[in-house]
Each structure stands twice: as C-alpha cells, then as structure tokens.
C-alpha cells in the first residue's frame, strides 16, 4: 500500500495528515493506524486532513469504508472531523453512514472548520443533534 500518515498532537485534539493513493484499502488501512494512534496516546478526538489522490471513491466502496470503519471504532472516539476537498456530495453520504452507526463524526471541505467544529464540541453532546443538519456547524 503506498500512503504516508503523520500525526501532530494539538491541544484539543490528534491531528493526522494522510498522503497517498485513493483506495479502499489506503482508506481502511490508515483509519486502523489513526485508531491505533488514538489508543497508544489515549487521545479520542481526531482531525482527519486526508489528501489522497486519484479518482474518488464509489458509492459502494464509501459505503463499506464509512459502515465497517465505524463498526471498527465504536466506542472509540468522542469525536472524529474529516476533512477530504475533493470528496464533493459523497461526503454526506459517507457521514450519515457513519453516523447511523454510533460514529461521532463530521467531514469538512477545509480544516478550519473542522478545527472549529472540534473545539466548539462538547464530549457530553448528543451525538444525533452536533452533526451537520444541512446548516451551519456551529
């Protein structure tokens, strides 16, 4: 597999950048490094700045990474904020998969917005009434 992660701990939150192809197996491989990560530095929010390139994933192939990625860290994470530009519309259909199954997560199109949304949430909010609604995160 060819990516490269890097991780910078921030004060509210682990940040990794993710470099590399666009796969399914990139994708699942690196979110099982971030879990790994999370779990050695006892840290359960994570900004996710992914920048893999090639075409984007399909609907199926976003569909099993969104569903058993999450399945995989139930229970996991407090908070998880995905950035990926270049996912366009598929990635509120990668969010709701993801949030149907108990993930507590949010994808963005730039990191200042997660890192807003990641600082503005609260460990004790309610999964179902943070994610974005159609309107603002905020």
Known sequence: ???EISFEQRPDYLYATVTGTNTQEIVMAYMADILRECEQRKCYRVLID????GPRLGEMDVFT???EGSLRALGQ???VAHVDAQMGTMSE?????????GMPVAMFGN???ADRWLKL????DDEQSVFWDGGTRD
């Open 1 to 3: 597999m060819n990516y």
């Open 77 to 79: 994470f407090e908070a």
């Open 121 to 124: 949430r609260r460990s004790s």
């Open 93 to 101: 259909f990668a969010e709701t998969v993801a949030v149907n199954r």
């Open 50 to 53: 992914e920048r893999l390139e």
């Open 111 to 113: 990191v200042d917005d």
């Open 65 to 67: 990474v969104a569903s």
